[in-house]
């Protein structure tokens, strides 16, 4: 169910799922937000941030693009490798490595695939606090690094505020955000909560096929933004 109201008591309830099922486990309070709002999340994103979603039409042709400029005599191979690629029938290993060697010389050398990998980074890094910022409306039992529980407070600009944001354990906002972001978007799968997070990962991932890709053109399965999701 899709909710537009912004009071705690009707916001979906989250909790990261490695904490579920422990003593004062944290719970936070997600709303989904209107039609507006969620675009002004995205112009929010697309502008102050330059982290728009990255689709795939416009990573397919900055690809196609740099590896006709810069295949020479391979260029042809190159392209039908990234046609083959895009439509998720590159044959085995060997060929994925050779696509992925040529990826990493154009986001060395080709300015327009660049700039899509850097703005996606972009998004990847800071989607999921801005979905957090914006629509997560209340808390319960979430607690600092020293285990003091934080105070839900929101800034002048009716967002979460900043000091209360800099003292939620990281992988638990990531998780929640994730959450909040996908409760935007009705065509997402309901409720994943993400994995326990590790050293080498920094929680939910986010994107899905119809919508904007990995830097790499793929069309990510556990993304989506219709748009690029936390997961």
Known sequence: MILSSTSPTAALTFTPNWLEGTAAAPVYHLRAGTVMERELMEAEMAGEYQAGSVWQPELRDAICAGFAALGGEDAETLLALAESHFSGTIEDAAQQAVYDEALD?????????????AQSERREAIIRLVAFSRFCCGWENVRDAKGVLVEFRRGADGRVAEAALARIPRFEMQAAGGAAYRLQYPELSAEKNS????PSADGPEISTADAPTGADGSSPETQ????????
């Not at 994995?195 to 590790?198: C, I, L, Q």
């Open 224 to 231: 989506t933004n219709g748009p690029k999701t936390p997961e």
């Open 195 to 198: 994995a326990p997070p590790s």
């Open 105 to 117: 010389v154009l986001a060395r050398h080709w300015p327009d695939y660049r700039r899509l990998v």
